[in-house]
């Protein structure tokens, strides 16, 4: 069952057609329900085993070629004595349209270690790894890390699959969130009402297709991430939210009554 969300500027627009009619990447989203400041602290498990921690932060505004732009870290360390995990992703977001602009990650998974650096142009559909050859891109383009980030913007109805050309290698495409279901949480945060979505990328990395991801986010305007749940190589890596701080101005999140 396919469906299209309901039009909210560009960011809730979906399949190829809206894709190719996209002008030049410029098109400004709706409501925004994150900012500056804006951080989650989370524990990680492997398994039933508490291993690490993980957060996610917009830590800062910052121009990247004249745009100015959301820079995100999201960051999962932990491991057992036989595997280690300590993956960064740091996104630069266009604070306007949320196309992915400037994309790094490092990534230190047991016995492997990979450090990619991405140039990211929206307006030209082009992208640039770690100073090699341009290589085409997609309007309006995603990253891992902000595909988390959009997916907050998107109205999210129940039963419904939103499907993306949006992912920043266009053989990856395309992207598809699949809402499940509403429930209810409880995360060391406290008791939360969820909306339950499960993310889908042609690509290695926790929302691979093998992985089969679900993320929990608070079924309010905030849209924040509660859980998360991935099968990887080495195991189940879930994150639990420990505590939530808004950027200034923005609404607390509240527990369920």
């Known amino acids: 069952h396919e469906a299209q969300p309901p039009q909210q500027g560009t960011a809730a627009r979906s399949s190829s057609a809206a894709a190719t009619q996209a002008r030049d990447g410029d098109d ?148 598809r969130i699949r809402v499940l279901r509403k429930e209810r949480i409880t995360v060391p945060a406290g008791t939360f009402d969820a909306i339950v979505v499960q993310p889908s990328i042609k690509a290695k990395g926790i929302f691979s297709e093998n992985g089969q991801a679900q993320i929990w986010f608070s079924d309010d305007t905030n849209r924040v991430m509660l859980q998360m749940k991935s099968n990887l190589s080495f195991g189940s890596l879930n994150l639990y939210l420990t505590s939530h701080r808004p950027a200034p101005g923005g609404t607390p999140l509240v527990g369920a009554r």
């Open 28 to 175: 400004p989203v709706g409501p925004i329900p994150f900012g500056v400041g804006e951080r989650s602290t989370y524990d990680v498990r492997f398994g039933p085993l508490r291993v690490g921690s993980g957060s996610m932060e917009v830590v800062g505004s910052e121009d990247v070629r004249g745009r100015e732009a959301f820079h995100t870290v999201f960051r999962v360390k932990g491991g057992t004595f036989f595997y280690k995990v300590d993956d960064r992703f740091e996104s630069w977001i266009d604070s306007r349209t949320l196309a992915s602009l400037r994309f790094v990650q490092d990534q230190q998974e047991g016995r492997k270690d990979r450090e990619k650096h991405y140039e990211i142009f929206p307006e030209r559909a082009m992208y640039v790894e770690n100073g090699k050859p341009e290589q085409p891109s997609v309007r309006q383009p995603l990253d891992d890390g902000s595909f988390i980030y959009f997916v907050r913007t998107v109205p999210l109805t129940v039963g419904q699959t939103y499907e993306f050309n949006r992912y920043f290698r266009p053989d990856r495409n395309p992207v």
